[in-house]
């Protein structure tokens, strides 16, 4: 019987804009829901997010995106990760990401993607209902 | 993959298996026990240095660039930081790794964030398993960071070879530091930020400090007494024998890296007197007794905790403490009593 198993959330900021007030606000949520946040601040590469996800054991990687770059970063993350072998990871993506959008990223292995006025609960609802392991 | 797989990969550092392996020490995950016995005798090889200090005193940077120190002499790092679980919620927020991230490129630095899940003392309950896993999967320094210490999380100090005790200017006056506690788990003293006022009245009030205790450091001291298992310590300082270890001040600027390369040269040969005057043994078995004593007290008290007829008999001594009909101590010896027989 496995004791004191928590979700673990590797919170992440790809690509090059600056602003982090939606990573904090998310990761502070999840971190009152009872989720081990790992937090690893702005301008990461999508090679250090999945080498970081890898070390930290998460269970979610959780990233924003806020410059237009999603339709790189996004894919990209995925891709490094099926590489790497790791396919028992949620994937969530949140920030400005237009509509049109959304449909090729959840293709490509985002499970789901958080727009301006979704609420933190919903965020919370979603990984505890989606994780894989 | 069962533990066996994962365990034989970790042992060759395969950085997935070492990161699962953590987990299921972490989480206590079924087969914990076993995994934990087949990587053990791999355990002892890596030098495990504790950084502890109060919050915002510059922890983390300086295990950054104390890691890159390391890594520019060809040794391996691998990093267990703590950071605090809400006492309320149970989550955490694990940010000592925003200052490492430069790192996580690199196949030889491995960083894990832990929260201390309840635990109190400065790490997490599961810090020592995490330890014996990196150590196990052969890195050559294990770095502790634990979380913002105030004056008594002192717990590193029975997990490390050589405690690094960072310290700032600002915080509070001479009678600070010759308080019992924290400042006597130093083996190494860094005073940080020595770009601030007041970093020379750090400084001295520290070697003050040492002074009063005799020029040695707390933890040597305080066991003098004690012989080793193998008998390899005489324990007594002997005028023939080489001089007591007393705590250096170093002063770093971990931002820029200034004093950052001092520090490896005294943790290296802080680790090099412990191995000469056989004190390390002594260390280690402290650590494995601490360890030993608190795995046995866990599992009496789980068994304890699944015992139906301890359970109902606590209740009932309770309800008589609560009536004042019998005191506490005589309630505690008679669930003792019922629990051994």
């Known amino acids: ?133 | 993959m069962g533990w066996q797989e994962i365990v034989s990969r970790a042992l060759v550092r395969d950085i997935r298996a070492v990161s699962r392996l953590i987990s299921i020490v972490e989480d206590r995950r079924s087969g914990f026990e076993d995994a934990y016995a087949a990587i053990y005798p791999h355990t002892g090889k890596a030098h495990v240095i504790g950084i502890t200090g109060p919050p915002g005193s510059g922890k983390s940077t300086l295990v950054d660039k104390i890691a890159a120190e390391y890594r520019r002499r060809g040794k391996t790092v691998g990093i267990v930081a703590v950071d605090p679980t809400s006492p309320f919620t149970g989550g955490a927020l694990l940010g000592d790794r925003l200052r490492m991230q430069r790192h996580s490129l690199d196949d030889g630095v491995f960083i894990r964030s832990m929260g201390t899940r309840g635990h109190l003392g400065g790490v997490a309950r599961a810090t020592s398993g995490v330890v014996d896993v990196l150590d196990a999967a052969g890195y050559d320094y294990v770095l502790i960071e634990t979380v913002g210490v105030g004056q008594s999380e002192v717990e590193v100090a029975s997990l490390a070879d050589t405690v690094a005790l960072v310290q700032v200017p600002g915080l509070g006056d001479d009678i600070q530091v010759i308080k019992a506690g924290v400042m006597e788990i130093g083996d190494v003293f860094v005073v940080n930020k020595k770009d601030r006022p007041g970093v020379e009245r750090v400084v001295a009030e520290i070697r003050m400090a040492l002074d009063l205790a005799g020029n040695v450091s707390g933890r040597s001291r305080a066991y003098s007494g004690h012989h080793g298992p193998t008998g390899a310590t005489t324990g007594t300082v002997d005028a023939t024998e080489v001089a007591p270890w007393r705590p250096p001040i170093l002063q770093t600027m971990a931002e820029s890296g200034e004093g950052v390369a001092e520090v490896c040269d005294t943790c290296d040969a802080h680790m090099h007197r412990l191995s000469e005057d056989g004190a390390l043994v002594e260390r280690r078995f402290r650590r494995a007794r601490s360890e030993t004593m608190q795995i046995a007290s866990d599992l009496i008290w789980r068994g304890l905790a699944d015992d139906r007829r301890a359970l109902d008999a606590a209740e009932e001594l309770a309800w008589k403490v609560a009536r004042r009909e019998m005191d506490p101590y005589a309630a505690g010896w008679s669930l003792r009593e019922l629990i051994v027989n």
Do not use: W
């Open chain 1, 1 to 133: 019987m496995d004791e004191g198993k928590k979700i673990r959330v590797l919170v992440a900021k790809p690509g090059l804009d600056g602003h982090d007030r939606g990573a904090k606000v998310v990761a502070r949520a999840l971190r009152d829901a009872g989720m081990e946040v790992i937090y690893t601040g702005l301008r990461q590469t999508p090679e250090q997010i999945v080498a970081a996800a890898i070390q930290e054991d998460v269970d979610v990687v959780a990233m924003s995106i806020l410059s237009g770059a999603h339709n790189y970063l996004f894919p990209r993350v995925m891709q490094l990760l099926h590489e790497r072998g790791v396919d028992d990871v949620l994937v969530v993506g949140g920030g400005i990401i237009p509509d049109e959008d959304i449909p090729g990223l959840k293709e490509c292995g985002i499970a789901e993607v958080f727009t301006p006025g979704a609420s933190t609960a919903d965020t919370v609802k979603f990984i505890r209902e989606n994780i894989k392991r």
